[in-house]
Structure formats: structure tokens, C-alpha cells
């Protein structure tokens, strides 16, 4: 009876020790799932019914690049953009997408993922990027104002890298893509003030109530997509 009290209590201090604080995930562990309360341990198993081509094949093999190349994956930290399901919002979606993301490139290959999973602010991010001297930067967004489809902002230099990324995602977009936009002619903070190579994607507009049940439905697969975009890329310029 004192060994299953004692472990009981082990399990509760466990749980009040979930430290959401972290402002960046470097970890070599995978993250389960983003949905985990500090109040209760649960765990939001629903995106495991969401479609998606991950293997879960433990011998499924590794993509090994020749150089260990960093990443910085950055989801958008705007809570107030609320979806036009009104059940859920831009920062809790796209932080959903950036956890899988995580998972599936640290499932897969030999990469050094960084995140911003805190919700820290765009500021903070953006400096942290740079502090670590990524050799690649991807912020995470959906849209608004009453358009259709996925964009992609970067500047000029990265057009390659944001069109490969852009490319993989509208595979399983059943909306238009309305491409690549200069974000230097049009400034956006991010764009203007990361140092590495970076893009920010758009994947849908949200205020439509349509492309926001696909956002929600689709996390993980979106995730996978984004990684895979990712991960080609860096197959065609690791071979030169």
C-alpha cells in the first residue's frame, strides 16, 4: 500500500512539473502532443485520428543529410484572430502544427529542430532565431480577410526554398494557391529582421468557415506536408 502511495504521489509532482516556460524546444525527446493541461496531465489524443502518411514503422529509415542543418520553426502567437468557427483561434492551431512538425522531422531525419512552443513574443522569437544562428527559419500562419488558398512570403533569395515549401503543402490543399509574395516590397517584420534563410507560409484564410474546418481537421497532415516540403529542399541543395 505505501509503494502504490508513493507512486501515486510521484505521478502528481510529475504533472505540476510540466514547465511551459521553455522558450525554445532543442530537446532530443519527441513531443507526444501539444495538448497537455499543467492543471491535469491529460493528453488531446485527437489529432492521432487525423489522415496522415507518417510511418509508424519503427525500421522505416532515417534521411540522413550530409551536414546537421538547424531549423527554427516560429507558429504564430496571434490568439485574438479567432477562427470563423469561433471555436478556436490562429495561435492554438498553428501551434498544433508546429509540435507535429517537430515530431515528424525529428521522427525522421538528422536535423536540429529549434521551436518557439511558449508562445513567446514575435520579438523574442525572432531574436532567439538569430541568437542560434539557424541555417533555416519557417514561421507558420493562417490568413485572413476573405481570400482563398495558401501564400508564401520570403525575399527574393529564398524564392526556391519557399516555392519547394509552398509546392509540398498545396498537395493536400484543395484550394488555390496564390504563390509567393515579396516580403521586403511588402514589409513584414519577420521577413525583414530573421538572418537566415527564411519564409513565412499562409496556409488558409480562416474567416472563411470552410478552410478553417480544414485547418482544424487536418493539423498533423498539414504538419507532415510542411516538413516534407521542407525536407525536399534540403535534399536538392544538400546533393550540389
Given at each position: 500500500m505505501k509503494k502504490i502511495i508513493f507512486g501515486l504521489a510521484i505521478l502528481l509532482v510529475g504533472c505540476k512539473n510540466i514547465n511551459n516556460d521553455d522558450s525554445i524546444f532543442n530537446s532530443e525527446e519527441v513531443i507526444i502532443?501539444?495538448?497537455?493541461?499543467?492543471?491535469?496531465?491529460?493528453?488531446?489524443?485527437?489529432?492521432?485520428n487525423q489522415n496522415s502518411n507518417v510511418s509508424t514503422d519503427e525500421e522505416a529509415?532515417?534521411?540522413?543529410?550530409?551536414?546537421?542543418?538547424?531549423?527554427?520553426?516560429?507558429?504564430?502567437?496571434?490568439?485574438?484572430?479567432?477562427?470563423?468557427?469561433?471555436?478556436?483561434?490562429?495561435?492554438i492551431e498553428m501551434n498544433k502544427i508546429a509540435v507535429e512538425m517537430v515530431n515528424y522531422l525529428k521522427l525522421n531525419t538528422?536535423?536540429?529542430?529549434?521551436?518557439?512552443?511558449?508562445?513567446?513574443?514575435?520579438?523574442?522569437?525572432?531574436?532567439?532565431?538569430?541568437?542560434?544562428?539557424?541555417?533555416y527559419h519557417l514561421a507558420i500562419h493562417s490568413n485572413a480577410g476573405g481570400g482563398k488558398g495558401s501564400e508564401i512570403w520570403t525575399r527574393n533569395s529564398y524564392?526556391?526554398?519557399?516555392?519547394?515549401?509552398?509546392?509540398?503543402?498545396?498537395?493536400?490543399?484543395?484550394?488555390?494557391?496564390r504563390g509567393i509574395k515579396d516580403g521586403i516590397a511588402n514589409p513584414l517584420y519577420e521577413i525583414k529582421n530573421v538572418k537566415a534563410t527564411v519564409a513565412l507560409v499562409e496556409i488558409l484564410f480562416h474567416?472563411?468557415?470552410h478552410q478553417a474546418n480544414f485547418i482544424i481537421d487536418n493539423t498533423k497532415l498539414i504538419a507532415?506536408?510542411?516538413?516534407?516540403?521542407?525536407?525536399n529542399y534540403l535534399q536538392t541543395i544538400d546533393n550540389k
Open positions: 502532443d501539444s495538448s497537455i493541461s499543467e492543471d491535469n496531465c491529460v493528453v488531446d489524443e485527437s489529432s492521432e529509415e532515417l534521411i540522413v543529410f550530409s551536414k546537421e542543418y538547424s531549423i527554427y520553426i516560429n507558429p504564430s502567437v496571434q490568439k485574438h484572430n479567432i477562427y470563423a468557427t469561433n471555436t478556436s483561434n490562429e495561435a538528422n536535423l536540429i529542430i529549434n521551436a518557439n512552443l511558449s508562445n513567446q513574443e514575435l520579438s523574442k522569437s525572432i531574436a532567439e532565431s538569430n541568437n542560434l544562428q539557424v541555417d524564392n526556391n526554398y519557399a516555392q519547394t515549401i509552398l509546392n509540398s503543402l498545396n498537395e493536400i490543399l484543395p484550394y488555390p494557391t474567416d472563411d468557415i507532415e506536408y510542411l516538413a516534407l516540403g521542407m525536407i
